[in-house]
């Protein structure tokens, strides 16, 4: 495959996903309805986080396919996470499970460190892409579980 086609599916393949997932969850969202633990941003910034996110996401992935890099365990992490990522919302907003919600969450943490390690062994910006990535991640992990606490 040549690395203009890499690029293309490397952005695209995180990007529709969580455009699917986003479809899937709308009509279930209740995020202004809860009571929010401080700092909460507005609703609306998280599709544009989001979307950032998986940008890099593929960036950091693309980067490691066009320079031949990819192996079965870059690949096993990096599906693993991004199906763990997808599940999330659909548990917290179509099913209202927070406290199962925010168990996953920290399965995507300790998914996403482990992949930004992986990552770095390969090729360090791959890795150091992820960040914001975990970050936020993190920052999300704290809501998720002021949600569960508040609105008990």
Known sequence: MNNKKIW?????IPLVLGGIVGIIISKSM??????????????????IVWSILYILMGISYGILDTKKLVDEKVNKIYYLQLIANLIWPIIFFVFKQRLL??????????LIIYMIITFY?????SAYLQIPYLLWT????????GVYILNK
């Open 101 to 110: 919600a925010f168990i996953w969450i920290i399965l995507l943490v300790v």
């Open 30 to 47: 209740d995020y202004d309805t809860l009571i929010k633990p401080p700092l909460s941003p507005p609703g609306f910034i998280f599709g």
């Open 138 to 145: 993190l920052f999300a992990t704290y809501l998720n579980l």
């Open 8 to 12: 293309i599916k490397s952005i695209l």
């Open 121 to 125: 062994k390969k090729n360090k910006l």
